[in-house]
């Protein structure tokens, strides 16, 4: 156990280390540019996650997309608020010192599952399970809320995102949590791709069906509660969708739409996070407003160029 600590401790220490030094690194850049803001160790974080969160939120939202099941990102965020009530709820009222993000991890995953439970075993349709989880999650955490009354300020953070709150130790969190899903995901492309495109020829072939839904939902509600501290609870789910819709407009093949989706979605992050510190703007409202504004030049793009083959 000793042992194991210790090892924590020093992959901690190394990570930390690693952050530092990529934060002095985007200094030493860009300082000579006259670009100052990248020398502020919050905006550092903030720039940091904002990486992060592009590349993981388009590359699951890929494939929750192509499945139609655009609803399970802001199932689990709205379900995600209630884990940050409960975190909120135990650490005011009862003195017990809990990270509200990771009530929200456990609490998100736990609905996950749940709402695989409910379509695998019950008669009702993928989006009605979602609408019940959805539903009594976010009832849940406006119960403990309006219950407890004391942490109903500190709650605007967790709803709308900020750059100021990125703390060192959950940036450090979210880059490991993104490694995490990458790895899983490259480990597992193949047999996604398979049930995303035909899950009937994959229970034929004898594919844990079953079980690779519930790895998929399991790292959306990781993913969501990653980018929730940037984006906020009631924004963060556009992340897993609009950059994908994006790429839709012009990729020609799966592989192709991933990675236009992480290239629209780290434009809509960086281009976002400058403004929202530019002109003290809700970040993740405008981050989704860059995508939304991506999404339409793609469309343009996509139509013209279907204009052209026609003509």
Same mark, same amino acid.
């Given at each position: 156990m000793l042992r194991t600590l210790v090892v924590l401790s020093a992959a901690t220490d190394l990570l930390n280390w690693a952050l530092d030094g990529v934060g002095e690194g985007m200094c030493a850049l860009t300082a000579p540019f006259g670009i100052e803001m990248l020398c502020l160790p919050f905006m550092q974080r903030a720039f940091i996650a904002g990486v992060a969160i592009g590349v993981v939120a388009p590359l699951i939202g890929s494939f929750l997309v192509h499945r139609q099941l655009s609803l399970i990102g802001e199932t689990l965020a709205h379900t995600a608020f209630s884990g940050v009530a409960i975190g909120l709820f135990l650490s005011s009222a009862l003195a017990i010192a809990v990270s509200p993000y990771l009530t929200a991890l456990v609490v998100a995953v736990i609905a996950a599952l749940l709402i695989q439970v409910i379509s695998e075993y019950t008669d009702a349709y993928g989006d009605v399970s979602m609408a019940i989880v959805l539903a009594g999650g976010f009832a849940l955490g406006t119960v403990i809320i309006t219950a407890t009354g004391g942490i109903a300020v500190s709650i605007n953070q967790y709803l709308f995102g900020s750059l100021s709150t990125v703390t060192r130790e959950s940036t450090g969190i979210l880059v490991v949590l993104s490694v995490v899903v990458c790895a899983v995901i490259a480990?597992? $492309?193949? =047999?996604? #791709?398979? %049930?995303?495109?035909?899950?009937?020829?994959?229970?034929?072939?004898?594919?844990?069906?079953? @079980? $690779?839904?519930? #790895?998929?939902? /399991?790292?959306?509600?990781?993913? &969501? /509660?990653?980018?929730?501290?940037?984006? @906020?609870? %009631? #924004? &963060?789910?556009?992340?897993?969708?609009?950059? &994908?819709?994006?790429?839709? =407009?012009?990729?020609?093949?799966?592989? =192709?739409?991933?990675? $236009?989706? %992480?290239?629209?979605a780290e434009f809509a992050v960086i281009v976002g996070i400058t403004l929202s510190y530019v002109y003290d703007l809700a970040t993740g409202g405008v981050i989704v407003l860059v995508a939304i504004a991506v999404y339409a030049g793609a469309v343009v793009v996509g139509k013209l160029g279907a204009s052209r083959q026609h003509a």
């Open positions: 480990l597992t $492309y193949r =047999q996604l #791709l398979f %049930i995303t495109f035909d899950e009937t020829a994959a229970r034929v072939a004898s594919l844990n069906v079953r @079980g $690779y839904n519930r #790895l998929l939902v /399991v790292l959306t509600a990781v993913v &969501v /509660v990653a980018a929730m501290q940037l984006m @906020g609870v %009631i #924004l &963060v789910a556009a992340m897993l969708v609009v950059p &994908v819709a994006a790429a839709a =407009q012009v990729a020609r093949s799966f592989k =192709q739409s991933v990675w $236009y989706s %992480i290239l629209a």
